[in-house]
């Protein structure tokens, strides 16, 4: 159960990063604006980590059967 949490949590910031890259937000923090190639990678880097929790959630499942 904990893994569908964590996969469902990275759902959600993967989410978040193709939603500032499609709408085009900006990302400040003091003087520094983070650059769009920042959420590209973040965006690839939650998806893999979500898609292998949801794996792993459903191969444990079945291996409990």
Request: glycine content about 8%; hydrophobic content about 65%.
């Amino acid at each position: 159960k904990l893994l569908l949490i964590v996969g469902a949590l990275f759902l959600i910031v993967a989410a978040l990063h193709f939603t500032r890259l499609v709408l085009g937000w900006s990302l400040i923090f003091g003087d520094f604006m983070v650059p769009d190639w920042v959420s590209w990678l973040g965006l690839l880097v939650t998806i893999y980590l979500s898609y292998s929790a949801f794996h792993f959630a459903l191969r444990m499942k079945g291996a409990r059967r």
